[in-house]
């Protein structure tokens, strides 16, 4: 059996289940910090692409922590592949650096971009390219707007978008609404009232299409 379980919490914070029983969380949030329920779940792994408050609450998720390790390695079964960006427009000078990850299991792709904040040559960006998922952060102030987001999304083509890091009702952090990413790329998009969302290669191909949950697990509006 093939496929994968995504759930979403909210910001940055994505939950994988694979086929095996696998579970990897990447870049958690305590919930409260941000203006956003908490979201606890049991992982095996945590995947943090960098040390920002908003990213790293491993706590929240449990598991082995991997924390912004870059190259190819393993987390059971599945596969893992680290690059590190920059998590703004001045080479890092202002935040430092991001890792995004491309993690393959149960016969898909995922890429999660962490907090980039620029948008690199699009060979710097060759190892995502074709990805079934592409989660990216929208929102701009700490990382790319939804003009740059788009534009990352154009050059990989991904299958699905997922977008991360913009502003939901309650929220402190002051980040754009998901309006602004959707009237930019222009590309069709689903919105999706279960938390949990099950995908089974292969996923359709033609131009990508944004995923958006009504909802996070924990409840939170996605949508004002």
Known sequence: MAGL????????????????????????????????????????YTLVTHRHFDHDAVEMSGGKAVIARTGEFRLGPVRVMGL?????????????????YLIEAGGLRVAHLGDIGHVPPPEALEPFRGVDVLALPVGGTYTIDAVEASRIAETLAPKLVV???????????????????????????????????????????????ILIPEKTPTGARVLP
């Open 163 to 209: 977008p991360l890091h913009f502003w939901m009702p309650g929220m402190t952090l002051p980040l754009d609404p998901l309006s602004r990413f959707i009237n930019n790329a222009r590309l069709r998009h689903y919105r999706v009232d279960v938390a949990s969302i099950e995908l089974e290669p292969p996923l359709p191909g033609g131009r990508p299409a």
């Open 84 to 100: 590190r960006y920059y998590h703004d427009r001045a080479q890092g000078r202002l935040r430092g650096t991001t890792v995004a």
């Open 5 to 44: 379980s995504l759930e979403w919490c909210g910001h940055s914070y994505l939950v994988i289940r694979t086929p095996d029983g696998v579970t990897l969380a990447v870049d958690p949030h305590d919930g409260g910090s941000v203006g956003l329920p908490e979201c606890r779940v049991q992982a095996d």
